[in-house]
């Protein structure tokens, strides 16, 4: 019997395996697709020679996370590659502004408001790093108390109100409104702001890298290193039922609260089963990768700089445009979230090609062709954007959740991370990687602290087993 099973081999999956197995217990990971990775895969969706990243593209989250920042990367084969700055932002009329990791380069950008930006900065960059292990983590007390409350006083805020009253120019507002919308919430609802705020932070930490060769290669990495620790992977295993678990002490769950009701059902409490169940996901996504004849004609050239590109012009529009998806409907000028791999990682396309992808967000569910507004939406800031497209593939939030069950209607982040749900997941306990069944967790994007790829969920649901681990007694039936 291995002292632990991990059901899905997605950052958390394969985090909660190495933490697992650093601690000198085995760990088998089951995943049910041919390839591992979850959200950090890389495909040849379009033409020969082109690769692309299915679901997570750029990975500010990955390179400042506190756990992988402390496993042995370069080893087995993570190189990090950065562009020259973390995010663009063009605006109708005027140059694009840019998130550059020096503060003051940024304000440069930012006109007016300059001063106010890195006023609302300084105080958070001194030792940033304390700082993100306290904001990638459960509820807990805070390592460093002061910072976190001055963090959180302003974080608590919906981005609108917050970014408002502490810029008064369009230029830091729309910055600040691009990376508050990776929340996937109105921009009027509370917290907005803190996602708006540690975005733009880790810019100011690190220039928002993409893995070479693919985003892939991390978990290739993830999977090499827990190999070398012991840890056995196992792929084409899909896990419907206990009965699909190996003899195992303890089983971590990298899936949906949905699946886990599903498969735990025998073994969890039906309150519990309910309370899973009754978890919200939120709006999905409409993806699309391109393979492209050139690099992306913006019409400001300095947007090529960034890996990342924010698309939806000022503050009120994205605001509008995030309200309209949460309502159920679908705005005609949408925030788009586009990222250009190849414009750093030459071994994405063949020489002088590019690859890229974007993506929007929809309703829950989506079935509608949203092909046409993204380009729309590049066209307006790059003209001549859909002459250079070679090929095209399109993934709806139908097709998202059939490639892997945890994008619960397109929801891409674990699911929705409000005032109420980013605490309390996926329900409210003490420990939330505990469930009633002292041999069953869970290490998913629907735990704290959340969707991203920085593996943390993972970790710390790790600690919870381990915990368990330590009270089980000797001999124990098989779960299925
Ligand atoms: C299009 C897209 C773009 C994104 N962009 C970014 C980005 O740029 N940066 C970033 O940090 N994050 C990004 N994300 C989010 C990020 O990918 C996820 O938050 C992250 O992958 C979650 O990791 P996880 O381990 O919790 O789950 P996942 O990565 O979803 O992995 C879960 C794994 O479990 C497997 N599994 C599920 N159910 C079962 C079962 N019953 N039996 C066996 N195996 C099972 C799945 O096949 C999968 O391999 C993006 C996601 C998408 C979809």
């Given at each position: 019997?291995?002292?632990?099973?991990?059901?899905?081999?997605?950052?958390?999956?394969?985090?909660?395996?190495?933490?697992?197995?650093?601690?000198?217990?085995?760990?088998?990971?089951?995943?049910?697709?041919?390839?591992?990775?979850?959200?950090?895969?890389?495909?040849?969706?379009?033409?020969?020679?082109?690769?692309?990243?299915?679901?997570?593209?750029?990975?500010?989250?990955?390179?400042?996370?506190?756990?992988?920042?402390?496993?042995?990367?370069?080893?087995?084969?993570?190189?990090?590659?950065?562009?020259?700055?973390?995010?663009?932002?063009?605006?109708?009329?005027?140059?694009?502004?840019?998130?550059?990791?020096?503060?003051?380069?940024?304000?440069?950008?930012?006109?007016?408001?300059?001063?106010?930006?890195?006023?609302?900065?300084?105080?958070?960059?001194?030792?940033?790093?304390?700082?993100?292990?306290?904001?990638?983590?459960?509820?807990?007390?805070?390592?460093?108390?002061?910072?976190?409350?001055?963090?959180?006083?302003?974080?608590?805020?919906?981005?609108?109100?917050?970014?408002?009253?502490?810029?008064?120019?369009?230029?830091?507002?729309?910055?600040?409104?691009?990376?508050?919308?990776?929340?996937?919430?109105?921009?009027?609802?509370?917290?907005?702001?803190?996602?708006?705020?540690?975005?733009?932070?880790?810019?100011?930490?690190?220039?928002?890298?993409?893995?070479?060769?693919?985003?892939?290669?991390?978990?290739?990495?993830?999977?090499?290193?827990?190999?070398?620790?012991?840890?056995?992977?196992?792929?084409?295993?899909?896990?419907?039922?206990?009965?699909?678990?190996?003899?195992?002490?303890?089983?971590?769950?990298?899936?949906?609260?949905?699946?886990?009701?599903?498969?735990?059902e025998p073994v969890l409490p039906p309150a519990y089963v309910s309370r899973l169940r009754r978890y919200r996901y939120g709006p999905g996504i409409f993806k699309i990768d391109w393979a492209l004849d050139g690099p992306i004609p913006w019409r400001d050239p300095r947007c090529l700089e960034a890996s990342t590109v924010h698309l939806?012009?000022?503050?009120?529009?994205?605001?509008?445009?995030?309200?309209?998806?949460?309502?159920?409907?679908?705005?005609?000028?949408?925030?788009?979230?586009?990222?250009?791999?190849?414009?750093?990682?030459?071994?994405?396309?063949?020489?002088?090609?590019?690859?890229?992808?974007?993506?929007?967000?929809?309703?829950?569910?989506?079935?509608?062709?949203?092909?046409?507004?993204?380009?729309?939406?590049?066209?307006?800031?790059?003209?001549?954007?859909?002459?250079?497209?070679?090929?095209?593939?399109?993934?709806?939030?139908a097709e998202l959740q059939q490639e892997n069950a945890n994008y619960v209607g397109g929801a891409i982040t674990g699911g929705v991370a409000d005032l109420r749900q980013f605490f309390a997941r996926p329900v409210l306990r003490l420990d939330p990687y505990s469930t009633p069944n002292p041999r069953l967790f869970i290490c998913s994007?629907?735990?704290?602290?959340?969707?991203?790829?920085?593996?943390?969920?993972?970790?710390?649901?790790?600690?919870?087993?381990?915990?368990?681990?330590?009270?089980?007694?000797?001999?124990?039936?098989?779960?299925?």
């Amino acid at each position: 019997m291995d002292d632990a099973v991990v059901v899905g081999s997605g950052p958390n999956g394969l985090a909660a395996a190495i933490a697992i197995a650093r601690a000198g217990r085995s760990v088998r990971v089951l995943e049910a697709r041919r390839t591992i990775g979850g959200g950090i895969r890389t495909d040849a969706l379009t033409l020969p020679g082109y690769a692309h990243d299915v679901c997570s593209g750029c990975h500010p989250m990955g390179v400042l996370s506190p756990f992988f920042r402390a496993l042995p990367r370069a080893a087995h084969g993570l190189t990090w590659v950065y562009p020259p700055a973390s995010v663009a932002h063009p605006l109708d009329g005027q140059p694009a502004v840019l998130l550059r990791r020096s503060t003051a380069e940024t304000a440069r950008d930012l006109g007016e408001d300059g001063h106010a930006w890195q006023r609302l900065f300084a105080p958070f960059l001194h030792d940033p790093h304390a700082l993100l292990s306290d904001l990638l983590a459960p509820l807990r007390l805070p390592r460093h108390p002061i910072r976190m409350a001055r963090f959180g006083l302003q974080g608590l805020l919906p981005a609108t109100t917050l970014f408002r009253a502490r810029f008064r120019g369009q230029r830091a507002r729309a910055l600040m409104a691009g990376c508050a919308a990776h929340s996937i919430l109105p921009l009027e609802r509370p917290l907005t702001a803190a996602v708006g705020m540690i975005f733009a932070l880790t810019g100011h930490i690190v220039d928002w890298p993409v893995a070479a060769g693919g985003s892939r290669a991390i978990g290739d990495a993830l999977a090499s290193y827990l190999r070398h620790l012991g840890g056995k992977i196992e792929t084409d295993r899909p896990v419907r039922s206990l009965a699909d678990v190996p003899p195992a002490r303890v089983v971590l769950f990298d899936t949906s609260p949905a699946q886990l009701a599903d498969i735990g059902e025998p073994v969890l409490p039906p309150a519990y089963v309910s309370r899973l169940r009754r978890y919200r996901y939120g709006p999905g996504i409409f993806k699309i990768d391109w393979a492209l004849d050139g690099p992306i004609p913006w019409r400001d050239p300095r947007c090529l700089e960034a890996s990342t590109v924010h698309l939806g012009g000022t503050l009120d529009e994205i605001a509008a445009a995030e309200a309209a998806v949460w309502r159920g409907e679908y705005p005609e000028r949408p925030f788009v979230l586009l990222v250009q791999q190849s414009q750093f990682d030459p071994t994405r396309a063949p020489a002088g090609r590019h690859t890229g992808y974007a993506y929007c967000h929809v309703p829950s569910g989506s079935a509608v062709d949203r092909t046409d507004v993204i380009e729309r939406q590049i066209e307006r800031f790059a003209p001549g954007f859909q002459e250079r497209i070679l090929a095209r593939h399109v993934m709806r939030p139908a097709e998202l959740q059939q490639e892997n069950a945890n994008y619960v209607g397109g929801a891409i982040t674990g699911g929705v991370a409000d005032l109420r749900q980013f605490f309390a997941r996926p329900v409210l306990r003490l420990d939330p990687y505990s469930t009633p069944n002292p041999r069953l967790f869970i290490c998913s994007a629907s735990t704290p602290p959340g969707g991203g790829v920085h593996g943390m969920c993972g970790y710390f649901a790790a600690q919870s087993a381990l915990r368990s681990l330590k009270r089980l007694p000797e001999r124990l039936d098989p779960l299925g």
